[in-house]
Nanobody, 125 residues
Framework: VQLQASGGGLVQAGDSLRLSCAASGGSFSIYTMAWFRQAPGKEREFVAVISWGGGNTYSADSVKGRFTISRDNAKNTVYLQMNSLKPEDTAVYYC???????????????????WGQGTQVTVSS
């Protein structure tokens, strides 16, 4: 499956952004999907994950209450709604997919089967 992320940009602290990740070339509904991010000089870190059907989600403590992951299997797309953005949220955001995974076993980069190309999010103070 191929993943194409979009929606990044330059915003001010407190603003919102919605990232999208469109999938093609596979059966999207069988993939657990996640978002990761990587800031300059840091390792790629987990942000949020959503189950095949969208009924189960899990988010990192650093974004809990501010970011929401969702998916539309009819559109083969996963979203990351980011509210109350902070400068420390600045990073390249990557969508990722794991075939037949679950929200319990998809929380590290090595758990991913597929990666999107990344979209830059920059939050100014």
């Amino acid at each position: 499956v191929q993943l194409q992320a979009s929606g990044g940009g330059l915003v001010q602290a407190g603003d919102s952004l919605r990232l999208s990740c469109a999938a093609s070339g596979g059966s999207f509904s069988i993939y657990t999907m996640a978002w990761f991010r990587q800031a300059p000089g840091k390792e790629r870190e987990f942000v949020a994950v959503i189950s095949w059907g969208g009924g189960n989600t899990y988010s990192a403590d650093s974004v809990k209450g501010r970011f929401t992951i969702s998916r539309d299997n009819a559109k083969n797309t996963v979203y990351l709604q980011m509210n109350s953005l902070k400068p420390e949220d600045t990073a390249v955001y990557y969508c990722a997919g794991r075939k037949y995974g679950s929200v319990n076993n998809f929380k590290t980069p090595r758990d991913s089967d597929y990666w999107g190309q990344g979209t830059q999010v920059t939050v100014s103070s």
